[in-house]
C-alpha cells in the first residue's frame, strides 16, 4: 500500500553457523533510518511499551518500514525453498508473513513477538494500525510471551480485525485460521552460573570488591531506555537514602545503561534526564568515602556482567512494561 519505488535487490553475506549458515542482509541507508530509527523505535516501540505519549509518526517511516519488509521478503523468498519453514521475530517485521505470501511461499510461517502488546485503546493511536495488524493473518503461529499479550492480541483482532475466535487459542480471519500461541523465554542457567563463578576473579571484579568495603551492592542492569523505569528507580534510591539516614554507607548501586537509539528524541532526552538526578544524588550523599550510584553508560561482557551479579547482595528490576527482561532469572543463577 505505502511503496512507490521497490528498493533493488538487498546485498547479501553467507556465513557458515552450526550446521547451517548465516545470512546477513545490507539495507540501504537511505531508507534504513527511517525504517529502524523511525517506524521501528519512534512509532512502533512507544506503541507496544503503552506510550503513545512518545508517539513520533511521519507517513515516510511507513513507506519506508513498507519498502525493508518487501525488500527482505525479496531475499528471502530469493534463497530458500518453497515449502521451507520460516521464522519471523519482533515487531520490525509484522509484515514480512505477507509480503512472503504474495511471492508464492507455502510453507510454515511463524512470528514471534519479543515486546508486550497492549490494549486496543492503546492500540488505535496508531495511525494504519489495521492495515499493519491485519498482515499478521498470514502466519500460521503468532507467539507471545505471557498469556496477557495473548488475550489483549485476540480481543484487538475480534473488534479491529474483525476476527473471529476459533475454541481458545486460534483466529480465523476469512479463509486463514492462524493459531496462537505463549512462549515465555528463559536462560541457559549452567552456562550464565559458571560465567558468574569464573568472573570472580577478573581485575575489574576485584577493584571494585575493594571499592565497596563494607558496603552492600545493589546492582541494576538495562538498556537506556524508557520502557525500564529508570528514572523511577534513581528517584526511588534517593528516597530510601532521605528517609533512612542510617543505611547510607551500608549500601551502594550499581546502575549499567548501554546507551541506545541514541537518535531518537525521546532517549536522548532521558540519558540526560538520568545524568542529572545520578549527579545530584551523588553530590547530596556521596563522600571521598563512599560511591552512593555507579551510573555507567557502556556495555560489559556477559561473563563481566555475570560476575558483578554474583558480588551484588539485591538485583534490582523495574520495568514499567516489558517482554522479555532476563535480568531477574540472570541475577539468580548468578549467585553462590
Known amino acids: ?48 511499551h503503552y506510550r503513545a505519549d512518545l508517539l513520533n509518526y511521519e507517513p515516510s517511516y511507513a513507506e519506508s518500514y513498507a519498502l525493508i519488509n518487501a525488500a527482505m521478503a525479496d531475499t528471502v523468498a530469493g534463497m530458500v525453498r518453497e515449502k521451507a519453514l520460516i521464522w519471523v521475530h519482533l515487531f520490525h517485521f509484522f509484515t514480512l508473513g505477507q509480503r512472503l505470501r504474495q511471492r508464492g511461499m507455502n510453507g510454515p510461517i511463524g512470528f514471534f513477538l ?9 492500540l488505535v493511536c496508531l495511525p494504519g494500525h489495521r492495515e499493519i495488524f491485519k498482515t499478521l493473518s498470514a502466519y500460521d503461529v503468532i507467539g507471545f510471551q505471557t498469556d496477557d499479550d495473548l488475550l489483549r ?25 492462524v493459531r496462537l500461541g505463549v512462549f515465555p523465554i528463559g536462560i541457559d542457567v549452567d552456562i550464565f552460573a559458571k560465567a558468574a563463578q569464573s568472573a570472580s576473579s577478573a581485575p575489574v571484579l576485584a577493584r571494585l570488591r575493594r571499592e565497596l568495603q563494607d558496603s552492600k551492592l545493589v546492582i541494576g542492569v538495562d538498556r537506556l531506555d524508557y520502557s525500564k523505569g529508570l528514572v523511577q528507580r534513581f528517584q526511588a534510591y534517593e528516597r530510601f537514602l532521605t528517609t533512612y539516614p542510617g543505611e547510607r554507607k551500608r549500601v551502594s548501586f550499581l546502575q549499567i545503561t548501554p546507551p541506545t537509539r541514541g537518535e ?21 550523599f556521596g563522600g571521598v568515602d563512599w560511591m552512593v550510584l555507579r551510573y555507567i553508560n557502556e556495555g560489559f561482557t556477559p561473563r563481566e556482567l555475570a560476575g558483578f551479579s554474583r558480588l551484588s547482595k539485591v538485583g534490582c528490576v523495574t520495568s514499567l512494561r516489558d517482554g522479555m527482561n532476563l535480568v531477574a532469572k540472570e541475577f539468580v543463577a548468578a549467585q553462590d
Open 264 to 284: 531518537v528524541d525521546a532517549y536522548q532526552h532521558m540519558r540526560m534526564q538520568l545524568a542529572s538526578i545520578a549527579g545530584d544524588i551523588n553530590a547530596r
Open 153 to 177: 492480541f485476540r480481543d484487538y483482532a475480534t473488534s479491529e480485525l474483525f476476527a473471529t475466535v476459533v475454541g481458545q487459542t486460534e483466529l480465523r480471519f476469512g479463509d486463514r485460521r
Open 114 to 122: 519479543h515486546t508486550p502488546f497492549p490494549t486496543q485503546s492503546v
Open 1 to 48: 500500500k505505502f511503496i512507490k519505488k521497490p528498493v533493488d535487490p538487498l546485498p547479501t553475506k553467507v556465513s557458515p553457523l552450526g550446521t547451517g549458515n548465516l545470512v546477513t542482509v545490507d539495507f540501504p541507508a537511505a531508507i534504513y533510518d527511517e525504517f529502524y530509527n523511525g517506524m521501528a523505535n519512534a512509532v512502533l516501540w512507544p506503541i507496544l
